[in-house]
């Protein structure tokens, strides 16, 4: 794509404008931020089994390292994870702890990032859903969605696998006004087709459609 902005590297997806990013960055902010929006530790959901999945302690990190774990590549999380740190997008940078259970009232949230990133990431994130982005198909009619499509290699045999994939939608709708997040995981999607862009972001479309 050749110089791009911000908002560009996340509507296309760029791998290597997020790498240039994250080694331009000392590595303590990187794994600092990543954390406090939840990666590496629990949600307190109290869900049974829960695990926490793992960030690796910045000082161990190579530059190869911190550059793919910008994209996604060595760092484990969980769905309800992802859907929490969305959450945070949703609801202007504070993080509230997810709850099975319907709740009288939210529980007290702390905030992750100020209200003007906050807004400028939503507005990033419905470049994605949309006719430039890759997560078009992800759109529903009648409402602005923000999100993102994700698509990685398998880890397996303590590498990555080369014909296995994940495919991840995660967003927010209406996208001004968050009422809704969801996230959708396809694991080894077996249609032929395995970019999120056309696995898992029609799924999110249909299911935030109900």
Known sequence: YGAINLTTIIEKSSNVGASKI????QPQLLWSTLSAFGFGRTTGSGFPGEV???LPAWQSWSQARQATISYG????ITALQL????????DEG??????FVRLDQAPAGERVIPVSIDQSMRGMLETVVSDAGTGARA???????????????????GGYSDKRYISVFAGMAP????RLVAVVVIRDPSKGEYYAA???APVFAKVMTG
Request: aromatic share 6%; glycine share 10%.
């Open 83 to 90: 859907a929490d740190a969305y959450d945070t997008l949703a």
């Open 175 to 178: 996208a001004t006004n968050p």
């Open 198 to 200: 056309t696995v898992a």
């Open 94 to 99: 504070i993080q509230h702890p997810p709850s």
């Open 139 to 157: 759109d529903v009619v009648g409402y602005h969605v923000a999100g993102k499509t994700g698509t990685a290699h398998i880890a397996e045999n």
């Open 73 to 76: 590549y060595g760092v484990a």
């Open 22 to 25: 994250a080694l331009s960055l």
């Open 52 to 54: 926490p999945g793992s």
